[in-house]
Structure formats: structure tokens, C-alpha cells
């Protein structure tokens, strides 16, 4: 039902900054949460950071807390994820995801119905 694409990724150095935007397209039904995740090579997909579209409460995994930080401006349907202090550790394609599952919980893939295709995102040391 919803169309997002991802933008922003790139190559940076440790200790830099990138903005990822998810820009959302379609018919959205209920009370969406907007989430990022990001999945490294050879690891499970990981959940980075999460905001509920009204509202406007916001979550974090504890590896990214302090550095990251998500927003969303729904004027123009769009989430950014502020990304400070780049470490190594965080290069990964990070997904946009739109959706809710009640049976399900934020924090996992399974509560989000619409993904974007990804972005990479590489952090040289």
C-alpha cells in the first residue's frame, strides 16, 4: 500500500555523519510507526530506530542511542535518520519500513508491512 524509497547513503569516514531520507508514496491506512533497520553481511536484520507518524514518539536500539537520532516531517511524508559518530560497525544497508502489526512489536521485522530497497551505508575506519 505504501511506496518508500530511500536516499542519502554513502561512504563516509569513522566519526562522520549521514542523513538518510525515506520518502513514502500511496495510501496509508491506521496508525503508522515508521521504523529503519539494517542488516549487515552474514547478520540478521537489525532494528535501528522507530517513530510513531502521530504522536511522534521516537525509540532506539541501545547501539545507536545518542548518536542517531529519527524524525519525520509528514507535511511531505518523509523520515530522516540523523546519523553522528559513525563507527565501522554500523556499515549495513539501512531499510525504511511503514506499516503496523498488532500483533506484533516494533522492534521486529514482522510489524512492518512496506519496505523500501535499501541504502548503503559504509563507514571506513
Not at 539494517?38 to 545507536?64: C, H, L, M, N, W
Not at 525504511?96 to 571506513?124: E, H, K, M, N
Request: proline share 2%; glycine share 12%; aromatic share 12%.
Amino acid at each position: 500500500q505504501v511506496q518508500l524509497v530511500e536516499s542519502g547513503g554513502g561512504l563516509v569516514q569513522a566519526g562522520g555523519s549521514l542523513r538518510l531520507s525515506c520518502a513514502a508514496s500511496g495510501r496509508m491506512f491506521g496508525s503508522y510507526v515508521m521504523g529503519w533497520f539494517r542488516q549487515a553481511p552474514g547478520k540478521e536484520r537489525e532494528f535501528v530506530a522507530a517513530i510513531r507518524v502521530i504522536g511522534g514518539s521516537t525509540y532506539y536500539a541501545d547501539s545507536v542511542k545518542g548518536r542517531f537520532t529519527i524524525s519525520r516531517d509528514n507535511s511531505k511524508n518523509t523520515v530522516y535518520l540523523q546519523m553522528n559518530s559513525l563507527k565501522p560497525e554500523d556499515t549495513a544497508v539501512y531499510s525504511c519500513a511503514a506499516g503496523a502489526r498488532s500483533s506484533s512489536s516494533i522492534y521486529v521485522p514482522l510489524f512492518y508491512a512496506d519496505w523500501g530497497q535499501g541504502t548503503q551505508v559504509t563507514v571506513s575506519s
